[in-house]
């Protein structure tokens, strides 16, 4: 950096200001990616787990359940694919829980009315047999 002696005073040499719109631009984008940092920090999530365990006493994960994580509109969305089931969460672990509270309320809702099941209930409730033991 250039450095002038002017009456005395050493003052730095200021590199040349940018126009006024191309501050604007400048200032915009980094709100933008420092909004992105600060407000997304799903960014080391993990995508998938196998889910091996539903919080209910009553019930025993047998084979472990494929968990694919998705986020929408600010949302952590937990889908368990083979059932067609969802959880939803501010974050991954709320997404999660609300997901195994949905597969058990499957699981008795299921278990209960087997015999007024259609086709896509009957594959799913197979499905939950063979994942999922009753204690």
């Known amino acids: 950096m250039v450095q002038a002696i002017i009456m005395g005073k050493i003052e730095k040499e200021q590199p040349p200001a940018a126009p006024p719109e191309d501050e604007a631009k400048i200032q ?19 995508k998938e787990i196998l889910l091996g365990t539903l919080r209910d006493v009553r019930l025993k994960v047998n084979l472990p359940i494929r968990v694919k994580f998705s986020y929408e509109n ?11 089931e969802f959880g939803f969460g501010t974050n991954s672990s709320e997404a999660l829980v609300d997901l195994q509270r949905a597969i ?32």
């Open 74 to 84: 600010e949302q952590v969305i937990a889908e368990a694919e083979e059932i067609n």
């Open 104 to 135: 058990s309320e499957l699981y008795f809702t299921l278990e209960k009315e087997q015999k007024r099941l259609g086709m896509d209930l009957q594959k799913v409730w197979a499905v939950l047999q063979e994942k999922i033991l009753r204690r």
């Open 28 to 46: 915009h984008l980094m709100d933008d990616l420092l909004g992105r940092i600060f407000k997304s920090p799903r960014t080391e999530v993990q």
